[in-house]
């Protein structure tokens, strides 16, 4: 597709439980965001990628939270042993070089998570 | 470090009246300002920009915003609201972070409201 895909777009999950969290970039795009929007809250930033590194994941809230991107492309995002906290939407992002420089983001529809 | 602030949370106008959203930065740097809106169940897309060009700057669907760095603001104003324009409202600063990438800080938001 044209745009960022995200996948789930809805998840539940039990407390405890293990979720992935997935996001295909667009074509090209060497820069991938994640972000979280909690219910009346703005964005939230986890971790930025360049290609497959990451050179910040400053955002990450706690070690449960984890994410890799492979190939330069597709990533995941990981969280361990959920808590009710986690509940939001996780929102991916990617962006040209160039763009990036600027801020310039594409942002996905995001995945749903609620930890029940 | 850099931060933003949207000053109201709601917005309420009537159909064919003028809006103004208001949002204040903070940046260590010269920044890129961005407004971002959000549709129901929709992603995030590109109102408009500012990356140190005009400092009116034009955007879709008849919005614009203006850089005024001695007041530190990037209100996003169009002069008739269309009830189309119902939606979250996000400002966003990016500077150049420690390391060198931009990451993109969003505000809370403000919803736009729009009577008929």
């Known amino acids: 597709g044209a745009g960022v895909s995200q996948s789930p777009s809805n998840k539940v999950t039990e407390k405890g439980k293990d979720v992935e969290l997935r996001c295909d970039p667009i074509?090209?795009?060497?820069?991938l965001y994640w972000y979280r929007q909690s219910l009346g809250q703005g964005l939230e930033f986890l971790i930025y990628?360049?290609?497959?590194?990451?050179?910040?994941k400053s955002g990450l809230p706690s070690d449960r939270f984890s994410a890799e991107r492979t190939g330069g492309s597709v990533s995941t995002l990981t969280i361990q042993r959920t808590q009710q906290e986690d509940s939001a939407v996780y929102l991916c992002?990617?962006?040209?070089?160039?763009?990036?420089?600027?801020?310039?983001?594409?942002f996905g529809e995001g995945s749903r998570l609620t930890v029940l | 470090a850099q931060s933003v602030t949207q000053l109201d949370s709601h917005v309420s106008v009537s159909e064919g009246t003028p809006v103004l959203l208001r949002c204040n930065y903070s940046?260590?740097?010269?920044?890129?300002l961005f407004w971002y809106v959000q549709h129901p169940n929709k992603g995030l897309q590109l109102l408009l920009k500012?990356?140190?060009?005009?400092?009116l700057v034009k955007g879709i669907n008849g919005f614009e915003a203006e850089f005024k760095k001695s007041e530190t603001s990037f209100h996003l104003t169009k002069p008739s609201a269309h009830m189309s324009d119902a939606a979250e409202y996000f400002c966003?600063?990016?500077?150049?972070?420690?390391?060198?990438?931009?990451?993109?800080?969003f505000g809370r938001g403000t919803s736009l409201i729009v009577h008929p």
């Open positions: 500012y990356t140190s060009a005009a400092t």
């Open positions: 990628f360049q290609g497959n590194s990451a050179p910040d």
């Open positions: 074509s090209g795009h060497t820069a």
């Open positions: 940046s260590s740097y010269s920044p890129s």
């Open positions: 992002a990617s962006s040209t070089g160039l763009a990036a420089n600027t801020g310039e983001l594409f």
């Open positions: 966003v600063v990016s500077d150049r972070a420690s390391g060198g990438s931009y990451i993109p800080t």
